[in-house]
């Protein structure tokens, strides 16, 4: 596990994380993911810490509506999601 920060393009939004990116990251397939491109890593709640810019998150779900996608309200970069395991 290791330690690692990161932002939004305009850098409203900051957070910390800690992820094992010995592990596999997940190329989804849904419409949303691969029209950008994304290869996904997950952690658990406690390891993701959001230290700026809650105001300034807007949320999307789309399909089954288990996944919060939260984008910066100023420059519209999604950052991270949150959802539920084990899916």
């Not at 994304?38 to 700026?52: G, Q």
Request: net charge negative; proline share 2%; aromatic share 12%.
């Amino acid at each position: 596990m290791k330690h690692y920060t990161g932002s939004c393009h305009c850098g409203v939004i900051q957070y910390k994380v800690d992820l094992d990116l010995e592990k596999p990251v997940m190329e989804c397939n849904c419409s949303h993911c691969e029209r950008k491109g994304f290869l996904l890593s997950f952690t658990t709640r406690e390891n993701f810490h959001l230290t700026s810019g809650e105001e300034n998150l807007t949320e999307y779900k789309f399909n089954k509506n288990v996944i919060s996608h939260l984008f910066c309200k100023i420059c519209g970069v999604q950052c991270f999601g949150y959802g539920e395991m084990p899916d």
